[in-house]
């Protein structure tokens, strides 16, 4: 019956991208064989929102399931018709008006006709999108006859602690959203038949990039839209995209065409500069002055950490960053190679007391510490020594001895052209010393969390579990390595 229809009919997720981008719901109704499929990571982001919302489920115990795992909506329709006569609390129920159509996450009975309706999210705040989310629900039910009590989000609590057993009660806040949502109803059919009107168009909606390309969320479309735009766009533009999307409007695209008279700040001439020249900016006072205060031996560290939603260990918060992995490279003079030392946690125990008494070994008493984005790195270690007080004898002295190497690139002491106006570390590495992380398995912190939880938290063979392990051990020893090289051409460039 649905086959061909379901490909018209708007969902709550269509519904949301057509408020995001006109293009973006074109692309999902007439070419969604060419919207790139999302990667690992957003992946395991939606992954994690499942696991968040089988949990706020037993808020509401002795439910029904409305055809668990199944997507195909004339099923869903049909089993919500046949139980919602049950007057029992509701997982996933779904209803459909004219073409538009919404799954609801939790509906519970209230009174002898009323229901509560629920949208569970695995944020710990409430969003500016999820007004629209939860009142598109609701026009859809009460447009199909539902009596709505109470327009409710569920989300985590961010000041909830663990001790012992989950305490589903503690770990949600539960926001009643019914009079924020009530003067967004009557927007809804006015949004529906744009919508519709926009689907029907036969050629792609003529919009330019810009801020809706990445709010309320990242689009999908980025490599297919953006893939226009030249090397040095101007959406690199440090530090103000708002403006390099003002010059898009204005059918400028490269850095090398901004206007002579545009206002720019110094960080922005610097980088403007460097890319008509070719060459790096250096500021060799600046570079020598940063340089002298390092003091052998050097360890260069690096962290990785697991932040789940849904705290796993005692004395832990949702979404506090939980080390698991480290590495560090020692250096005990200019000329002198480097120590490579690592600690990886094994089994799904909480890993702290042991990455602390392995990172304590590895730093020793004396010489720099050197890290990228200090704020990160001393989060990390304040949390520890705040969580283990027997640690603090070697935690607090270690804070005062860690360097942040990202200042020197933050103030633009140095820039390289390649940097494309970044100042991050997987973009200086591979700009100032040719190596990067386009040959590894895993290149980028929130895969490398994604990864270490996947094999160590569920069932995985032996052998994957080995692979994955291999490839994390490589990827945070070339952050490390990498600090390493870009020091040794920092001293290079000041020569």
Partial sequence: MFDDEERRIISKSRYLSGLQCPKLIWYQF????????????????????????????????????????????????????????????????????????????????????????????????????????????????????????????????????????????????????????GPLLSHIPVDLQWMAEKIREKDIPDIYIGRQCTSPFECAMIPVCWNYLPEHNVTTLYSDRAKGFSLIEKDVTDI??????????????????????????????????????????????DFETIAPAVPIFDGTRPYRDIPFQFSVQVQTSADSVLEDFSFLAEGAGDPREEF?????????????????????????????SETFPGHSDWIEPLLDR????????????????????????????????????????ISGGMTARNEFSRVTYSDVSEEERARVRSELIEYCRQDTVGMADIVRVMRGLIK
């Fill in 402 to 441: 860690i360097v942040d190497l990202l200042k020197p690139f933050q103030a633009f002491h140095i820039y390289h052209p390649g940097q494309h106006g970044s100042a991050s570390l997987k973009n200086v590495t591979p700009a100032l010393t040719g190596s990067g992380y386009e040959d590894l398995e």
């Fill in 30 to 181: 007439n070419a969604p064989d060419q919207i790139p499929p999302p990667d690992a990571d957003k992946l395991a982001i939606f992954e994690q929102g499942h696991r968040v919302g089988d949990l706020a489920q037993e808020l509401f115990p002795g439910g029904i399931y409305i055809q668990e795992g199944s997507w195909k909506i004339e099923n869903v329709l049909a089993d919500t018709r046949k139980i919602i006569r049950l007057r029992k609390p509701l997982y996933e129920a779904g209803f459909l008006f004219g073409n538009s159509y919404a799954r609801v996450d939790i509906l519970n009975p209230v009174s002898s006709d009323e229901w509560d309706l629920y949208e569970v999210k695995s944020g710990t705040r409430v969003k500016e999108v999820n007004f629209s989310d939860v009142a598109y629900q609701r026009y859809i039910l009460e447009s199909t006859g539902m009596k709505i009590r109470s327009c409710n989000l569920v989300h985590i609590n961010r000041d909830y602690v663990r001790r012992g057993d989950l305490e589903i009660n503690e770990l949600f806040t539960v926001d009643d959203m019914t009079e924020t949502t």
């Fill in 356 to 384: 602390m008494l392995k990172l304590r070994d590895a730093v020793g008493n004396e010489g720099s510490v050197i890290v990228y984005n200090a704020s990160f790195e001393k989060g990390i270690l304040k949390g520890l």
């Fill in 256 to 301: 090398l065409d901004i206007p002579a008279d545009m206002d720019l700040t110094n960080k922005q001439k610097i980088q403007v500069d460097s890319i008509h020249t070719g060459k790096v900016h250096v500021e060799k006072e600046m570079v020598a002055g940063f340089l002298e205060r390092l003091i052998y031996p050097l360890h260069y560290i």
